[in-house]
């Protein structure tokens, strides 16, 4: 009995056949552990379009780790046995009747669909989230700067010259300054809290390995 699930893959959400159907002639091997059996399939540059049970269901390369071609039983129509059938021909004659020979078997997909490193079980990779936290700690690092560039022009305006006798233009600089400063302040305080607290947290609950997140 064939067993069905979903899963999601590049935002949708695919039917996947976990166990083999009588009709099956590829199966996709998926970053996530799954298998997905399908009657036929076409390379549409950044994704494949396949042909399952089901209908039309479109795989992003990137969530493919090899395909692996399944002889299609006797009297099957799907597009892999008519291939077999034209790409075998006169050769073919003669041969028993039987499963396919194992070198029959298409080679993984190339390498450049292959994802490099470890995964969480999400799908993501040790490169996704040590970027996600590059990116938030350069923020961080921009605001610190500014934060202190701020910092140093109040301090050399109030050190100078009493306020009331500052020139109408200093003053509003200084007003700005100390406006800005306070968001800053916020912003540091948020993004500090992301990158010690909730991003932590994320990778936690994806299964990501903590050292992903370290510099």
């Known amino acids: 009995m064939t067993r069905c699930g979903t899963v999601f893959l590049g935002g949708a ?16 091997h998926l970053r996530n552990g799954h298998r997905m059996v399908v009657d036929s399939y076409v390379d549409e540059g950044t994704r494949f379009r396949t042909t399952v049970a089901g209908g039309t269901v479109w795989v992003e390369k990137n969530d493919v780790t090899a395909i692996i071609e399944e002889e299609a039983p006797a009297g099957s129509k799907t597009k892999a046995s008519r291939a077999k059938a034209k790409k075998k021909g006169k050769a073919d004659k003669g041969r028993p009747a039987g499963p396919a020979p194992a070198e029959a078997s298409l080679p993984a997909v190339p390498p450049t669909l292959v994802p490099a490193g470890p995964m969480d079980n999400e799908g993501k990779t040790e490169k996704w989230w040590r970027d996600r936290m590059a990116d938030l700690r350069k923020k961080l690092d921009d605001f610190n700067r500014e934060q202190q560039y701020i910092n140093t022009e109040i301090d050399r305006i109030e050190k100078g010259p009493a306020t009331g006798a500052l020139p109408d233009e200093t003053r509003d600089r200084l007003g700005y300054y100390r406006i800005r400063r306070g968001e800053i302040g916020r912003n540091i305080e948020d993004l500090t809290h992301i990158i010690n607290v909730v ?7 994806a299964g990501a390995s903590p050292g992903w997140l370290r510099e």
Not at 13 to 28: D, N
Not at 199 to 205: T, Y
């Open 199 to 205: 991003l932590p947290e994320e990778a936690r609950r």
């Open 13 to 28: 959400v695919l039917w996947l056949a976990v166990s083999w159907p009588a009709q099956a002639a590829y199966v996709f």
